[in-house]
Every structure is written in C-alpha cells, then in structure tokens.
C-alpha cells in the first residue's frame, strides 16, 4: 500500500498527530486492497480522501465532529436518502448516479477510531467538480439535477431522517451567535471587519422573513440537499451534470435554502474565494438554471415559493457571509482556513455578491415569477 505526495494524517491542523491514525490504516478498515490514498476535495468541513483499491475506488472521510455533534445522525440519512435515490434512478433510467455507503469489512455503516472519531465511507463517483460556470447551459445541467434531487425526494417526507445539524440555516440563530462572538471583541478591529460589521447590520432586519413565512404558513419544509453548492455538482466530458455529492446536510428543510444556496453559488461571477472585485451575480446564469430547475420541478413550486426565491438567494448570501465573518472573529474554529484572514475574505465576497444580488432584484424576481 502506498500513500500520493506527503502521508496523510486525519487532523486537518496537523495537530495531535499521534493521537490518530494515519488514514491508509483506516482506508483498510474498508477494504483488504487498498493500493493508494490521496486527499481529495477543498471541502470546508470534513477532510476527504479517494482511496484506490484493485478493485472500485471509493471516497473515505472523517466526519468533522467539532460541527456534526452526532455523526452517526450524518451516517444513517445517507444511506436513507441514497437508498431512496437509487431507487428511483433506477425507475427513471439512471440519469444522475448517487453514492452508495461502503460498509466496513466487517459489515459496519462506519468505524469509530481510538479517539473517538467517525469514518465513512462511500461510493467514488467519476466526474470533474467546478468551482465557477463557464457557461449558461452548465447551469441549466446544475438546475435539472437539483430539481430532480427535489422532486424525487418530495415524496420521501421526512421519514426518518434526522435533522443533523440543529440551527443550520436559521438565520437569527446564526444572528445571535454573531451578537455574542462580536460583544466579547474590541470594538474597533481592522477597516475591513468594521466593513463587515456595518454590513451585518443592513440585513438584520430582515433576518427572520424565513421563520415568519413559515409560521404564517406560506412555505412549509420539505427533504433538502442543505449544501447544493458549484462544487457539489460533478460534470461529465459533455458539460453534463452527473452527480449531487455531499450529502451531510440532507434532511427537512426549506427549498428556498436549497435554491438560494445554489443560484448564489452558480450565479457568482468571481466565486467564492476569489478577487472581490471579480464579483457579481450573473442574470443569465439565473436564467438558465432556473430553466432547468423547472423542467424537473416546475409543478411543484406554488406561487409564494416562487415568490420567495429572490429574498432567498439575498438571505442565504448574506447568511454565508455573516457565518464567515463571525468564524473569522473566533478564530476560524468552523470553516477550514489555509491562512488567518481567510474567513474574513470570504465574508466580504459575500457581502459584495448580496450587494450585486439587491442591485438587481427586480429583473431577478421576475425571472421566478414570468410565467403568471
Ligand atoms: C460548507 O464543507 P462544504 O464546503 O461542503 C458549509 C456550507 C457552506 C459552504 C461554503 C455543514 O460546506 O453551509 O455554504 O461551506 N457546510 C456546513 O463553501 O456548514
Ligand atoms: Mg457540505
């Protein structure tokens, strides 16, 4: 067995090296041939491995548990919702593929290490994952695909899944804990964090507009991805969309959130960690994915769903960016950072793309609305 460039350790930090295993032993808790484990991925939570065996590769990672308080929750709606999925691609011709859980050699949903940590692992899926759309018709592929993953879930209700992640998308919850983070810092910090200050403060608000139409029963929850971002989705040679990856998050939930979170992801001309001013929401990206997301899904959206998208792609973007701003006050203890000052441009990406997405709010809302 060998390991690609530098061995691999399971802490991302590089810290507490000896407290835990190297990852080619626990890649063969999963299989007896494993032949390479190299890292795979820039995700921002768990740190995830490609593990090649004589046989299928397959995608190995440990379930980051400082934000999955219960991974064993994140384990069992995976296989419930990937169980389902598969299913019904089956019956619909197999057009988007959907990991499957690869057990443990000894027939285990996962395996727990000395220190306590989950590992999993899944399926490998062969694809390439972009992180900004080079054309309109790439979108249209991502909206087909999350409306497919929307309808086809509808039914599912929410069945036994588990809400994995308490407080994930809530938005005055995430407002709360930025109260609390911020009273305990000087106030004066550096021009760019009292940028970002100021901008919390534009939006603030508004923050509850998603609780209030729940409460006053406009919207309901339904089975949502939680993480539809640009990179979630894997393409193949033809600028098709293969796959939905990244199913840590699924579970009842608002579509808004799914919808905001992907058109902020696909619409966003810069990305997300990217030059700041690269960055603009882009109407034809719009356009295009919402085309493909109603083929699939169309039907199903009411007319106050339809009339919500718009305050969702503003909420989400600036909820993005209040989450990245607020890590970066704490000392970058959530989002994976390569160096301090990360999180803190991220949250002004977002910030500038919540600017570019109000600036053109009108057009954007009639792009849900124009067929009534
Ligand atoms: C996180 O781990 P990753 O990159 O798939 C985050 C999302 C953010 C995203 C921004 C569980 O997702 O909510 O939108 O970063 N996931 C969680 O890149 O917090
Ligand atoms: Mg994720």
């Not at 690869?102 to 949903?109: F, L, S």
């Not at 390439?128 to 409306?147: E, F």
């Not at 929410?158 to 407080?167: D, Q, T, W």
């Not at 709360?176 to 009273?183: Q, T």
């Amino acid at each position: 067995m060998t390991t690609s460039g530098s061995r691999p350790t399971a802490d991302p930090t590089g810290k507490s090296r000896d407290a835990l295993p190297e990852v080619d032993a626990v890649a063969a808790r999963f299989a007896g041939d494993v032949v390479d484990v190299r890292e795979l991925g820039r995700g921002n939570i768990n740190r995830t491995y490609l593990v090649a065996t004589t046989g299928a590769p397959f995608v190995l990672q440990r379930l980051n548990q400082g934000v999955f308080a219960d991974p064993l929750a994140v384990v069992r709606n995976f296989a419930l919702v990937t169980a389902c999925l598969a299913e019904k691609a089956d019956h619909a011709g197999g057009r988007f593929r959907v990991p499957t859980l690869r057990k443990t050699e000894a027939g285990h949903d996962c395996w727990t290490d000395a220190g306590g940590g989950v590992w999993r692992a899944q399926t490998y899926i062969d694809g390439r994952a972009v992180s900004r759309l080079a054309r309109p018709d790439q979108a249209a592929a991502i909206g087909r695909c999350l409306g497919w993953f929307h309808r086809r879930t509808a039914d599912m209700r929410s069945e036994g899944l588990e809400v994995a992640l308490p407080g994930f998308h809530v938005l005055p919850g995430y407002l709360a804990e930025y109260d609390r983070v911020a009273a305990g810092r000087a106030v004066c910090g550096t021009a760019l964090e009292r940028q970002c200050m100021a901008e919390v403060e534009i939006m603030r608000p508004q923050a509850a507009l998603f609780q209030e139409a729940c409460a006053d029963g406009r919207i309901s929850a339904r089975i949502v991805h939680g993480d539809p971002k640009i990179e979630n989705f894997l393409f193949d040679g033809n600028g098709e969309v293969v796959s939905l990856i990244d199913l840590d998050t699924v579970g009842p939930g608002l579509l808004h959130h799914d919808i905001g979170d992907c058109l902020r992801s696909c619409c966003n001309r810069g990305g997300e960690g990217g030059d700041a001013a690269a960055v603009r929401f882009d109407l034809h990206t719009c356009r295009a994915w919402f085309a493909g997301y109603s083929a699939e899904m169309g039907g199903l959206l009411s007319r106050h769903d339809r009339e919500l998208a718009c305050p969702a792609i503003i909420l989400i973007t600036f909820e993005l960016g209040l989450r990245f701003f607020t890590d970066h006050l704490r000392g970058d203890t959530y989002f994976r950072v390569r160096r301090r000052g990360e999180n803190l441009e991220r949250a002004r990406n977002q910030f500038a793309l919540m600017h570019s997405i109000v600036e053109q709010q009108k057009i954007i809302r009639q792009v849900f609305l124009k067929d009534d």
